[in-house]
């Protein structure tokens, strides 16, 4: 069985892109797991709670893709929206005040009922402490400027002002939508100095 890699088969959108700088991309629809909260995601118990559901139900739709569907892969990035209603705390890195949205993709070929049967096996078989937060949504992100992170997440503010700067001053675009990052490395076993991070911004 060949076991799928979003990786490398989604490589535009999750492949390491520093090669290539900031570029455009056009995402696709994607449908996701999602779970919504708020706070600093090194202190708050509701940011743990919520990527602990998340992979939970996601491992959970890998084994029935495996044995039900014979179709393996590995399990997508872990991605977050994060937007502040005050930008000014959102400048100031005052992570305590910032809205975010946690999430991870789930492939095409995944049906609705498989995923509502994965979400009952996890209630009964875990009941994780975000699984009543828990919503499959389909994102429709459109075009977008990215640019490969790598070092702390606390040092991504020059490169994400650069990605601003150069799609309002070169192309003319205006920014919309909410600041998205998708986590390449797991911060538990990578040094903060090599972690890599997809930084992307919708455009119009």
Partial sequence: MDKVD???SLKAFYGPTKARGIHLVDVPPMRFLMIDGQGDPNTASSYADAVATLYAVAYALKFASKTQLDKDYAVPPLEGLWWSRDM??????????WPWTMMLMVPEW???R???????RTREKKAPAALDKLRVELFEEGRAI???????YDEEGPLIA???????ERHGFSLTGKHH??????????APEK??????QPVK
């Fill in 162 to 168: 650069k990605m601003h700067e150069e799609a309002i």
């Fill in 146 to 152: 990215q640019a490969l992170h790598t070092g702390s």
């Fill in 114 to 120: 498989m995923i509502d049967d994965a979400i009952t």
């Fill in 195 to 200: 972690l890599r991070t997809i930084l992307r």
């Fill in 181 to 190: 990052e998708i986590y390449l490395s797991d911060p538990r076993r990578v």
């Fill in 6 to 8: 979003f990786k490398k």
């Fill in 110 to 112: 995944v049906g609705p």
């Fill in 88 to 97: 000014t705390a959102f400048a100031a890195r005052d992570k305590d005040k």
